[in-house]
């Protein structure tokens, strides 16, 4: 059963830090590229930043030099390490993983809440 469990939520004040975890299981984690969206109230989602299967990293503008995403193949989870949080980081973020090729596969997190408020 494939399962992508998120956690390190929670409430932090402006400039603050948290770092997200997403375990994986059920499916061969090292092979896919593994992504984190958010999505703020009454906000469309959006991308966060994406760490490839090979380790390449890319991130959204606004998240560039605050946020880093980070993976764990032995571990199988994937990380996100966000400092100088602004209340406009609040929304649920969410990881997901994809593997390309000649059936794309994709699998979602149910997300944790992150909230940036003093």
């Known amino acids: 059963q494939v399962q992508l469990v998120e956690s390190g939520g929670g409430l932090v004040q402006p400039g603050g830090s948290l770092r997200l975890s997403c375990a994986a299981s059920?499916?061969?984690?090292?092979?896919?590229?593994m992504s984190w969206y958010r999505q703020g109230p009454g906000k469309e989602r959006e991308l966060v930043a994406t760490?490839?299967?090979?380790?390449?990293?890319n991130y959204a503008d606004s998240m560039k030099g605050r946020f880093t995403i980070s993976r764990d193949n032995a571990k199988r989870t994937v990380y996100l390490q966000m400092n100088s949080l602004k209340p406009e980081d609040t929304a649920v973020y969410s990881c997901?993983?994809?593997?390309?090729?000649?059936?794309?596969?994709?699998?979602w997190g149910q997300g944790t809440q992150v909230t940036v408020s003093s």
């Open positions: 059920g499916f061969t984690f090292s092979g896919y590229a």
């Open positions: 760490i490839s299967a090979g380790g390449s990293t």
């Open positions: 997901k993983a994809v593997r390309g090729g000649f059936i794309t596969l994709e699998y």
